[in-house]
């Protein structure tokens, strides 16, 4: 169920009644997953410059027959008081999955932005494990020398599932291939250390998180 918020044009300062969505589930309206994939679900235009705007407020992606949620809470955009609600939620959602059997093989993830989210439901949509794609990037960033690069995964593409990873540089966004190889040798060394697995509950597993890992 929609809620709203009044949200402020970052360009006019005008303010506008907007929709948020304190959480969404894409099987019971399935139509919401395309307006997170492309980001529509967090955007609002403001009628008055026509400045398109993000929308703030914290967001539960739910996908029950995949198994995955994700906890979008906008970095910085909410109070000390909204927070602690989320986290206080976000604990009781962790504490009743893990006592019910029949939630076993859930990903539950944090994310600080829309961009973060719609990259954690693109991996889970192309099958793949976002822990295992996060070391993927961490070994082609050393491999081509693009220490700084904030890699998105983008898509699987050709007869060989290469792993396309998007990045902005200069203004533009750029596109690497790394092979699925990569990935197959990343899961591999993932089975034989677990340790490097989140905790349980809803891990924030980004480029940071990795690296903290691999130290
Ligand atoms: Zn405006």
Redo the contacts with the bound molecule.
């Keep these: 169920m929609p809620d709203s918020m009044d949200a402020r044009?970052?360009?006019?300062?005008?303010t506008q009644q907007v929709k948020t969505y304190e959480s969404i589930n894409i099987s019971k309206d399935p139509s919401l997953k395309e307006k997170v994939l492309d980001g529509s679900l967090f955007t609002w235009t403001?009628p008055?410059?026509?400045?398109v705007?993000l929308v703030t407020a914290p967001t539960l992606y739910h996908d029950p027959e995949g198994r995955l949620m994700v906890w979008l809470m906008p970095q910085g955009a909410l109070t000390g008081a909204q927070a602690e609600a989320v986290e206080k939620s976000m604990e009781a959602v962790s504490l009743s999955m893990r006592n019910d059997p029949s939630m076993d093989g859930y990903t539950l993830r944090r994310v600080d932005s829309v961009g973060e989210l719609i990259e954690k439901v693109n991996i889970h949509e192309a099958g793949l494990d976002d822990v295992a794609i996060e070391m993927c990037k961490y070994v082609t960033r050393i491999e081509m020398n693009l220490s700084e690069a904030a890699f998105k995964f983008y898509r699987l593409e050709g007869p060989d599932n290469d792993i396309i990873f998007t990045y902005p540089k200069d203004g533009k966004m750029m596109g690497v291939k790394t092979g699925f190889k990569v990935y197959g040798d990343c899961c591999g060394i993932l089975s034989r250390n677990p340790a490097v697995r989140p905790a349980p509950g809803f891990a924030r597993v980004d480029a940071q998180w990795l690296s903290e890992r691999m130290a």
């Design positions: 044009c970052l360009k006019c300062g005008s403001c008055h410059c026509g400045t705007n």
